[in-house]
């Protein structure tokens, strides 16, 4: 069975600081590993996917992840937060049993002016 | 229309009121999910097609009851809710539902109230 943890429910930052969601996992086979953004009123987008290809996933809007096997943990960062950056974002891992999302409990980011 | 759309966006339904939710995916898909999106709960997965044909039912109560006609769209059935199903319910569809690496697309979802 896989699961997905991500430490804290909200976090707040000032614009222009460094953000960083955390993300923990647990899987039996090699995972693949996924970060969605959800906006107020909207669906969910992805932002970047870990594929088993580079440890280091770039994706949209400035967001980075890495995959730390040692530490089974697929953080986000995001060097310096924008006013816009303020959403929910969801930590989500895919085994080899088909392709069946478990998500985490999401984090809520806040940015303050 | 592009993406993933869904019909309604909101609703509002008595316990013993019969509903549908519509979603459509012009993504060429061959795979399509529903989700539901509880506060202060994980989204949890609750059916997926397959080339049309159901692959996973996530133990959900028998009074919702999805449809997939076709690979382009997918509805769910509300009758005889509770309360406690008042959610957001969230499509999605990916290329196919076998590869785990497919990414999956969302719809905006639809905001259902029970009272």
């Known amino acids: 069975a896989q699961s997905v943890t991500q430490l804290g429910s909200h976090v707040s930052v000032s614009e222009g600081a460094l953000v960083l969601l955390r993300c923990n996992y647990s899987?039996?086979?090699?995972?693949?590993l996924f970060w969605y953004v959800q906006y107020p009123n909207q669906g969910l987008q992805l932002l970047l996917k870990y594929t088993s290809a580079a440890t280091l996933v770039k994706g949209i809007n400035g967001f980075e992840a890495e995959f730390k096997k040692s530490e089974t943990s697929f953080h986000l960062t995001k060097p310096s937060a924008h006013m816009s950056d303020a959403a929910e974002y969801f930590c989500?891992?895919?085994?080899?049993?088909?392709?069946?999302?478990?998500f985490g409990g999401g984090t809520r980011l806040m940015v303050k002016p | 229309e592009t993406g993933v759309t869904q019909t309604p966006r909101h609703l509002v339904m008595g316990m013993t009121n019969k509903k549908s939710l519509k979603c459509e995916q012009h993504?060429?898909?061959?795979?399509m999910y529903w989700y539901k999106q509880s506060a202060k709960k994980p989204l949890e997965l609750m059916f997926v097609y397959n080339f049309k044909e159901q692959t996973e039912n996530n133990s959900v109560p028998s009074r919702f009851s999805p449809e997939c006609p076709n690979s382009s769209h997918l509805f769910l059935h509300l009758h005889t809710l509770q309360p406690e199903d008042s959610a957001l319910y969230l499509c999605a569809s990916s290329q196919d539902g076998m590869n785990s690496y497919n990414e999956q697309f969302f719809g905006p979802g639809t905001r259902l109230t029970v009272l």
């Open positions: 993504l060429g898909h061959n795979a």
């Open positions: 989500a891992v895919s085994d080899n049993a088909g392709n069946m999302l478990t």
């Open positions: 899987s039996s086979v090699p995972p693949y």
